[in-house]
């Protein structure tokens, strides 16, 4: 695909460049999404013809200038890659594991001077950049990729501006901990991931880590975190209950004190199907019971409640009927026999 002006990337990205290498820059991405490939610097508005590659071997686009304005595509990528005349970047969709290496890109100008650049992409699991914790839980922030045995120093921070630990290889091996998190931050060294206890809501939000290895070359990586209450006091109430022409009619409602986003999961004899909080339904008495589950789920836990009816539809209601009618029938009976003997 071509496209003229460059669309507002509906994924925020991590790039930052290599320390002494401005032509290089990481970028990371997440399986199933899309990312944008771009130089580190502006193109001139005018050029001879641009070439994408992977890892230097495999082909992705060619463009030149002298044909009809449309980049060639190479059959590993069509379909999955968008091209941005007028910047050069490189819009690449449907990300995979295996899309993780170099992206080299060779720009010629009209003087035939040529350019190059290269992009380092490394593509994760989006549980390893995103997290999910509850309301006075706790959970591990974790770097995607094994940190090497020997860096200089590690530094985290909350959405860019509030510090939450430092720690420097010459100190006495303890992190600093800034206030705001002090007594609720742990630092496990080994890997540079960040234990954070007795979560709040507020917690929820971008949390960087940046990684000084002993050569001075920096990486950084931000991982999102959302907190979430606990699910909990789940249970089915029922708004309207009436049996006619031998079909149970049913109103439930699944109430919880928790506040939202929630799901609603329903579940009649052994199947589950989503629903909303209120559940109408309408099943043909067949002498069995029935059984219905509601479990509502936000991201970070779940819970659930059950409630079951007999067969009659109205809990007790035909068989009190039926026990009347045979006590009234009993005691006409015993009277009867009673007064015929007299």
């Not at 449309?70 to 050069?88: D, I, L, S, W």
């Not at 770097?143 to 590690?154: A, G, H, N, S």
Request: proline content about 5%.
């Amino acid at each position: 695909m071509f496209l003229g002006p460059l669309p507002w990337p509906s994924l925020l990205l991590l790039t930052w460049s290599v320390s002494g290498d401005l032509s290089t820059k990481k970028v990371v991405g997440i399986v199933n999404e899309s990312v944008l490939l771009e130089p580190t610097v502006v193109l001139p508005e005018r050029y001879q013809d641009i070439v994408w590659d992977f890892n230097g071997s495999r082909e992705i686009l060619e463009w030149k200038n002298n044909g009809d304005g449309k980049p060639k595509f190479y059959a590993h990528y069509e379909k999955r890659v968008t091209f941005h005349q007028n910047n050069g970047s490189l819009w690449l969709n449907s990300l995979r594991k295996e899309d993780s290496g170099l992206y080299h890109l060779k720009v010629t100008h009209l003087d035939n001077i040529q350019e190059r650049w290269t992009v380092n992409l490394r593509v994760y699991d989006s549980s390893a950049l995103r997290v999910v914790g509850v309301v006075d839980g706790s959970v591990f922030l974790d770097p995607p990729e094994v940190l090497p045995q020997q860096y200089q120093d590690i530094v985290w921070d909350f959405n860019g501006s509030r510090e939450i630990l430092e720690w420097k290889k010459n100190w006495d091996r303890k992190p600093k901990i800034y206030a705001h998190y002090e007594n609720r931050v742990r630092l496990p060294q080994s890997n540079g991931s960040l234990w954070l206890t007795d979560l709040r809501k507020e917690d929820s939000g971008p949390y960087n880590l940046k990684v000084t290895y002993v050569n001075d070359v920096q990486e950084r990586w931000t991982i999102n975190l959302m907190v979430y209450d606990k699910v909990n006091n789940v249970t089915v109430k029922v708004i309207d209950q009436t049996r006619m022409d031998g079909k149970c009619n049913l109103v439930l409602e699944c109430q919880t004190g928790t506040p939202g986003p929630l799901k609603f999961i329903w579940g009649f004899n052994n199947t589950l199907f989503l629903g909303n909080r209120t559940l109408n339904l309408t099943k043909k008495i067949q002498g069995q019971s029935l059984c219905f589950t509601c479990r509502v789920e936000n991201p970070g836990s779940s819970a659930k409640s059950n409630i079951c009816f007999p067969d009659s539809c109205v809990p007790g209601s035909s068989a009190e009927a039926r026990c009347s009618l045979w006590l009234a029938v009993l005691i006409t009976t015993a009277l009867g026999l009673l007064f015929s003997r007299r």
